[in-house]
């Protein structure tokens, strides 16, 4: 009786246990998941010690008295508690080692995503291209304005430096990707002069986001609109409430460019 009702409470348990995995999982609210799985747990435990109960009492009815009941009440009372901080015991152990398991391969991905972000992004700011754009700029401004010419220099620098040091950083400040931003900007509106418009209004600079997630959408919009006296490009970067910030910009997009999805995906 008592292997009974133990494999009963367990079975049961830990089909409550896993019903509510489903309906309610801890994460989204542990203080309420914790209640439900308190009561549904003791009211199963109280439905099933009470069922073998009555059962005892209308099988035996002649022979059963008031001392056999509560002795046996106590002693299943007992086998009932312990299969129940065992079943939920194993329960929470495997619900942890499968939960863990799930975070470590959640990590390596998402630090293979980071990796594979930040290899594209380095990419296309040491492509021949991109170098050879800002070689051709800084020559012709060392005869127009040299002190330009110096400003490019140290923009450019910039740019490259902060590449460089968010190469091993999971994370970084808005603030530092919004100055990050600009000085890109700077170096593409020596080629655009002031047909390239870059707005931002940003609360909450001391949020953590993706490096270089900033730069990455700017490039994307560069890279397939047309930007002219006729048709300029400006990019606005706001924010959206207290967690989120819109990327925005006017479309007229270039024919000779095809459309991969790549730069958006990343």
């Known amino acids: 009786n008592s292997l009974l009702v133990g494999g009963t409470m367990a079975i049961g348990i830990s089909s409550i246990v896993a019903w509510l995995d489903k309906k309610y999982p801890w994460l989204q609210n542990p203080v309420k998941r914790l209640f439900i799985q308190l009561a549904s747990t003791l009211g199963f435990s109280v439905l099933v010690f009470g069922s073998v109960i009555l059962i005892m009492i209308l099988t035996n ?137 870059l707005k931002t209004d940003v609360n909450n600079r001391n949020k953590l986001v993706v490096p270089l997630s900033f730069q990455m959408l700017v490039e994307n919009a560069i890279k397939h609109n047309v930007i002219s006296k006729e048709f300029p490009l400006t990019i606005y970067i706001r924010s959206m409430g207290n967690n989120y910030i819109s990327f925005t910009n006017n479309l007229k997009k270039k024919n000779s460019v095809v459309a991969g999805g790549t730069g958006l995906s990343n």
């Open 61 to 197: 009815l002649e022979n059963i008295s008031s001392g056999m009941i509560y002795e046996t009440t106590t002693f299943m009372v007992k086998i009932g508690v312990f299969f129940l901080i065992l079943s939920m015991l194993i329960v929470h152990a495997i619900q942890f080692f499968s939960n863990w398991k799930k975070s470590v391969v959640l990590q390596e991905q998402l630090k293979r995503e980071q990796l594979s972000l930040q290899y594209e992004t380095l990419k296309s700011q040491v492509n021949p291209h991109f170098l050879f754009n800002s070689l051709n700029s800084i020559t012709s401004l060392i005869k127009q304005d040299p002190d330009k010419a110096t400003l490019f220099v140290k923009k450019l620098s910039e740019v490259f430096r902060y590449v460089l040091e968010q190469k091993d950083k999971e994370v970084t400040t808005v603030d530092a990707e919004l100055k990050f931003v600009e000085s890109y900007v700077y170096l593409q509106k020596i080629r655009f002069g002031d047909n390239l418009i």
